[in-house]
């Protein structure tokens, strides 16, 4: 019998992974299960268990039980990290549906995501030493990426370059982990785990990138325009613009920098920086990066896997047009 469309099997592995990803939030208490499936349920685009299922056709047979299990890893970890976040960021919503410390409380948020790491601690160890080491350090760059993002640049650091190491940490190494997870479960060689490793690495900057064109850009993506330039979050055009330092841009800074409360003054703002030549050269520098991404997938195996792993960095450069 002929095996069906990768498509398709990747969707019947996400839908049996999407079962099983809300059965490992159960608790002992029916407060804190529903609490550690308030965010799960809110759905999400489940890019990092997509990463594992596609790397780990880069090997040979593999077990779809320690196959979930590294998917359910990198997903519980990403969930995990998003409670943290809504506390860091004093967030009110998570994926359109209200955050959980805004239903709960920090505390009662904070310690959900504690469990939710906990549940991937318990899982990672079903797989063994090495991925136990690998989530662990992965684990420590997103508390480091965090810490840095807290604290902000040096002065003698350049912001643009502190930017692009707290969105490494943040965001690449968990999509890198993904990438290597799929790679180890499926028995792929070293130098096949590095090159999807830094694949990962590198399309997790270009996923995070281009979000930050899109909250300028966007109009029919659902995200809300200018969500992060009202609340005065890095961006990669808005920290290009500030380290070019044009006199002429002075104008626009100033828009920037100022009070962006009002839809007017904010539409304004969005206006002037829509029309600005650096919008192009941050299209530009994802365009860059996506191809460095590619580059990394030149020496594995041609196939539907690596068209679907290149077709996911067109994609993500699309997302910014």
């Known amino acids: 019998m002929a095996q069906a469309p990768l498509e398709d099997q990747l969707t019947a592995l996400l839908d049996t992974f999407e079962e099983r990803l809300v059965d490992s939030a159960v608790a002992n208490s029916p407060f804190v299960t529903e609490a550690a499936r308030h965010i799960i349920a809110a759905g999400g685009k489940r890019f990092r268990p997509l990463l594992v299922f596609l790397a780990a056709r880069f090997g040979g047979e593999v077990s779809e039980a320690d196959l979930m299990r590294a998917a359910m890893v990198m997903e519980l970890t990403h969930v995990a990290s998003l409670y943290h976040d809504d506390v860091m960021d004093v967030a009110d919503l998570r994926r359109g549906a209200p955050s959980a410390n805004r239903l ?27 991925y136990v080491m690998l989530q662990a350090e992965t684990f420590s760059r997103l508390v480091q990426g965090q810490i840095a993002e807290t604290k902000g640049p040096d002065e003698d650091e350049d912001p643009l370059t502190h930017y692009l190491q707290v969105i490494a940490d943040k965001t690449g190494s968990l999509i890198a982990a993904s990438a290597r997870f799929g790679g180890m479960v499926s028995g792929a060689d070293a130098a096949t785990l590095d090159a999807l490793a830094a694949f990962g690495e590198e399309v997790g900057l270009v996923f995070q990138l281009s979000d930050d064109l899109i909250d300028i850009t966007s109009d029919t993506t659902g995200k809300t325009p ?31 920098d100022g009070d962006l409360s009002s839809d007017e003054a904010l539409a304004q703002t969005l206006a002037a920086l829509r029309a600005h030549p650096v919008m192009g050269r941050a299209k530009a520098e994802v365009e860059r990066r996506a191809d460095v991404a590619r580059a990394h997938l030149a020496g594995l195996p041609d196939g539907e896997a690596k068209q679907a792993l290149l077709q996911v960095c067109s994609d993500l450069v699309e997302r910014t047009n």
Do not use: K
Not at 117 to 123: C, H, Q
Not at 241 to 252: S, T
């Open 104 to 130: 709960w409380g920090n505390s009662v948020a904070i310690l959900v995501g504690d469990f939710l790491f906990a549940r991937a601690s318990t899982t990672v160890a079903e797989l063994g030493v090495e």
């Open 226 to 256: 200018g969500t992060d330039l009202r609340e005065a979050v890095p961006t990669l055009p808005v920290l290009m613009l500030r380290a070019e330092a044009d006199p002429a841009d002075a104008g626009l800074l100033a828009m920037i």
